[in-house]
């Protein structure tokens, strides 16, 4: 079986995808051919779309999967099949499932005042104050070098974000002033501005953030709500509450859609929740 996996690795990578896709990519393949090694003793082109179907079930039993993570393991194995297998997929046996969207949790203004400014290590303080104030993701954050910071036109170059589209992104001026602080307390770093602590001119993971972000909840005694991706989403959605428009926020936070953009309209405080219903309007005219 690990041929197969190899093989996969090896397709998946000549995509041109990141290490850290490649991983996340082949973990339901992985969990796909112990399967089958350990309970259906089949190689993968004899397998049937009804072994398909069981091997589903059995891994969103096996580990509580929601529905939104098992269509990543489907379409993994749609992958696995085409490209490794050569063989034809049929969305009618093994379709995807449909699943519940629920909005994000975002932090207020004053919420996230509260939180950044507290943050008492500095470089972490840093990190999360940059990730919100240029709406950037985690791992966007993490990868930022220091030929990455325009300090004169007050912007940051992301390359090869999401999508692997380079993008420029606003720098605050509050949030230089935090950088560069750091930068002189942290041995001024030319290669990575926040490189892994062994040494090495690798980004930091993006875990280290996560779990401090965590750790800063905790310290203040708040529920356990933010994640880093929390940041992001309080980014947009106060640009279009100080009345930035959608196809700037767009630009800004590098989204190919406009549909991803508009998810800030509904988490708005001046969003959908400001409008007035036009029952209401006809009431009031109608009165006396």
Not at 110 to 116: K, S
Not at 261 to 270: M, P, Q
């Amino acid at each position: 079986m690990d041929n197969y996996l190899n093989i996969y690795r090896e397709m998946i990578s000549l995509r041109g995808l990141t290490d850290h896709t490649l991983i996340s990519y082949s973990t339901y393949i992985s969990a796909y051919l112990h399967y089958l090694s350990v309970f259906l003793h089949k190689l993968p082109e004899d397998v049937s779309w009804q072994e398909l179907r069981d091997f589903i079930r059995w891994l969103q039993n096996e580990r509580s999967l929601s529905d939104r993570t098992i269509n990543c393991a489907i379409s993994q194995l749609r992958f696995f099949t085409i490209y490794v297998l050569h063989l034809p997929w049929d969305d009618t046996q093994l379709p995807f499932r449909k699943f519940d969207h629920y909005l994000p949790y975002v932090p207020s203004k004053q919420e996230t005042w509260d939180f950044l400014s507290s943050i008492p290590d500095l470089k972490q303080k840093t990190m999360a104050t940059i990730m919100y104030s240029s709406g950037l993701r985690v791992g966007e954050v993490c990868s930022l070098r220091y030929d990455d910071v325009q300090r004169k036109n007050l912007r940051l170059h992301i390359s090869h974000g999401k999508n692997r589209h380079d993008r420029y992104a606003i720098l605050s001026k509050t949030a230089l002033d935090l950088l560069t602080h750091y930068w002189f307390a942290y041995g001024r770093p030319r290669g990575y501005l926040f490189p892994k602590q062994n040494g090495l001119d690798k980004p930091i993971d993006t875990s280290f953030l996560s779990r401090h972000i965590h750790a800063h909840e905790d310290r203040l005694g708040w529920e356990r709500r933010l994640t880093c991706h929390s940041f992001r989403h309080a980014f947009g959605t106060h640009l279009y509450e100080d009345g930035v428009d959608l196809l700037t926020i767009k630009a800004l936070m590098g989204h190919r859609s406009l549909n991803s953009t508009t998810l800030y309209v509904h988490l708005a405080s001046n969003g959908t929740g400001s409008a007035i219903s036009p029952f209401d309007r006809m009431a009031g005219s109608n009165r006396g």
